[in-house]
Structure formats: C-alpha cells, structure tokens
C-alpha cells in the first residue's frame, strides 16, 4: 500500500524554457502508466494546504507577497526562480499534498509515500523563495508531524545534489529534527559545510555530508550506508522523511553525481530497512530536484518499485 501524490496543478506552475519544467512531472507519470505500476498506487489528494499551515515554516508576509506576485502575473522571483499565475496554488497543493500523504502514513491507510509535487521545497527559506524552490513542503510536512500528530522525533534525509538550506535553516536550532544531507561541494547553494551542525538545543542534530565531484556510486552508496545506522541508534526516529533528489543521476545535466537507475531502488531498500528498524516502516519521500528528462521516469521507478515491494530482479543486484 503505496500512496503517490500527483495532481495536473502541479503543471500548472509554469516556469518556460527552465530546467525545472512541467515535463518534469510528465515524464515521471508516463513512466509510471507505461510500466503498469501507477494503477497499483494510492491515490493521495493534492489538497490546499491552509495559510496557518505554511506559516508553521514560513513568514506569513513571505506567503503574502507569493501570493499576490503569482495572481499579478508571476515572472522571476529571483534570478532562477521563476513563477506564473497559478504557481501560488500549485505550491499550497504540493504541501497540503505532502501533509496528506504523512497523515496517511500515520493513520495507517497506506504504507508509505513518493509525493510528485512542484514546484520543490528544499532551498525555500522563511522569508524568500530559493533555487526553484517557493514553499519547502518537506519542512511544512515535519512542522505538521510534530505540532498536529504529536511526534517527538523525525528524521530528514536529502539525498538531493545540492544541499537543502531551507530545510537545515527551519530545524537547525530544534532538537527533535534530525536533518541528515548528502550533497556535491562545492555547488549552489554553497552551504551544507562538515561544521554546520545545529545550534543551541540543536547541536548535533544536523549532519552534513559534502561529496566531492566526481565520487561513484560505489562510494556513494558506502557512506549511506555507514552515516545511516549511526543517526538511528542515537536519535531513534519516529518517522523518516526523504526529500528525493534525482539529480544525482550520473547524466544529469545540473548535478550528476555517478548514480544510475539501479541505484535510487537500493537506497530505498535500505531507507525501508532502517524505517522498519526505528519507526514502524513509516517513510514519505517528496521529489526535490532531477532533470535529465530521459532517465527520470525510470529513476523514479526504480524508486516506486522498492516502497511497493515490486523490484525488479535487476534493481538490486
């Protein structure tokens, strides 16, 4: 019982000749219709997440000013971050989305979930939208987890190329979110160092894990599975939140780490492992970044099979 969030709103976040594109999200459903395996999934709803709700992680101004930027016509927030007229309404449906699909979790209803939202969250700081990123989903989803659901201890894993700022920013000082990030560096948005670690209550509770250009799979896969276990035995997690980068894809054009399609099925083993071990198998990944539209789609797949309990016989060998 697998849920995967995916709504055409999430299309509707138009941001022209961008790496960051619709097709994007195209590419990942036609996959998943073409193998068969999207009939086999839960649907979650992309509901409206509320302004309350965002304002657990963002500056309600910040909210505001997407918000009327968006319905005035959108255009460049930033340099790289680009928005039209419904991007406002495509981002509060990929956080009430992503709170959607931890809940299911929680209520028993589905297993676990891959939440195929845009605009992604992960460099979005409180007060500005960041490297394609408007509202950070994954830190609204933990903020939801730990004020409306009672948890004590969540455990974030990026596994994106670039390192997620916004959400070592919303948790570096809280010591019941463990933010675990694996990034190339150097590379936007140039931070994500060995010293950065938390502060006051949350020191210690912020790993970072720099990699450098050029590292294989092989090494790549080692040091998960060394840093993991470690992580678990000290901060014994009560769920396990995944914000699923696919841009370490050996060809992808803005990252590319050495990973290939295999690859993200044997990191999801292992995630599935460790969430059974720590928390009940409770485990929701919400896409970040990935942009070689060819390989996507079958990245995510290898991905979808391993929380379904469908790998092909080739994924993990």
């Not at 697998?2 to 996959?31: K, Q, V, W």
């Not at 463990?178 to 931070?191: D, E, K």
Request: proline share 4%; aromatic share 8%.
């Amino acid at each position: 019982m697998t849920g995967l969030l995916y709504d055409r709103i999430f299309l509707e976040h138009e941001t022209g000749m961008h790496p960051e594109s619709p097709l994007r999200l195209t590419a990942i459903i036609d996959r998943l219709m073409q193998i068969g395996l999207y009939e086999h999934l839960v649907q979650v709803p992309a509901r409206a997440a509320d302004v309350d709700e965002v304002a657990m992680v963002h500056d309600r101004g910040y909210i505001e000013y997407l918000r009327s930027f968006c319905e005035s016509g959108g255009g460049h927030l930033e340099l790289d971050t680009v928005v039209s007229r419904r991007s406002y309404e495509a981002a509060l449906c990929a956080a009430g989305g992503c709170i959607e699909a931890g809940d299911a979790v929680m209520d028993g209803r589905i297993e676990n979930a891959f939440c195929a939202v845009r605009p992604p969250g992960h460099h979005s700081l409180a007060g500005r939208a960041m490297g394609f990123c408007l509202f950070n989903n994954i830190a609204i989803l933990a903020r939801h987890l730990q004020k409306r659901r009672g948890l004590k201890k969540i455990l974030i894993v990026d596994l994106d190329i670039h390192h997620g700022n916004g959400t070592q920013e919303a948790f570096y000082a809280d010591p019941d979110v463990f933010f675990f990030s694996m990034h190339r560096s150097p590379l936007f948005p140039g931070t994500g160092f060995e010293d950065e670690t938390g502060t006051g209550a949350g020191k210690s509770t912020t790993l970072n894990v720099p990699l450098y250009t050029g590292i294989d799979r092989t090494e790549y896969l080692r040091i998960f599975r060394e840093r993991m276990p470690d992580i678990l035995g000290k901060f014994k997690p009560e769920f396990i939140l995944l914000s699923a980068g696919f841009d370490t894809y050996k060809d992808d054009p803005i990252g590319g780490v050495g990973l290939e399609h295999p690859d993200y099925g044997i990191l999801t083993v292992l995630l599935m492992h460790y969430a059974q071990q720590a928390c009940g198998g409770r485990l929701v990944s919400v896409l970040e970044g990935g942009y070689n539209l060819a390989a996507i789609g079958q990245s995510v797949e290898a991905h979808i099979r391993e929380l379904m309990g469908m790998p092909k016989k080739a994924a993990v060998s």
